[in-house]
């Protein structure tokens, strides 16, 4: 009897988080007043609905910030991501929040009765977020 296991990959994980940080930062610049309300669009996304932007320049470089996370994620050089919302004249910091990611990469136990091939394959990567607003 062969024993099928579904297990987090990292690639997968980081996915995931990414997803988590788009809508997130797109939540804030919603919610904050950052951009006009109309320049976002209603989306799904794990059984909720969200906010995204459909402003091509802030569309370009979060996608280039998304881009970079990604690959920070996947190689575990990512410890936080820090969304700073400060004043266009004063330049003063207005709302900062704090994102602390960690990686638990330890290596789970094949199940009970579970082939012995699937052990390596069951390696948790998940990211632990912890957002702080300060």
Do not use: C
Not at 45 to 53: A, I, N
Not at 72 to 77: H, N, P, Q, R, V
Request: zero cysteines; a negative charge; glycine letters at 8%.
């Amino acid at each position: 009897m062969t024993t099928t296991t579904e297990a987090i990959t990292l690639q997968g994980s980081v996915t995931i988080v990414s997803e988590f940080f788009h809508a997130a930062i797109n939540s804030i610049l919603y919610q904050r007043g950052i951009y006009e309300p109309e320049t976002f669009k209603r989306e799904s996304k794990y059984g909720l609905t969200v906010l995204t932007t459909s402003d091509d320049g802030l569309l370009q470089y979060l996608s280039q910030v998304m881009s970079q996370l990604s690959t920070w994620l996947s190689t575990g050089d990512v410890q936080r991501l820090v969304v700073v919302v400060s004043g266009v004249d004063s330049g003063e910091t207005l709302e900062r929040w704090t994102f602390n990611v960690s990686v638990d990469d330890t290596e789970a136990a094949a199940p009970a009765g579970g082939d012995e091939n699937a052990r390596g394959s069951n390696a948790q990567n998940a990211a632990q977020l912890k957002p702080e607003k300060k």
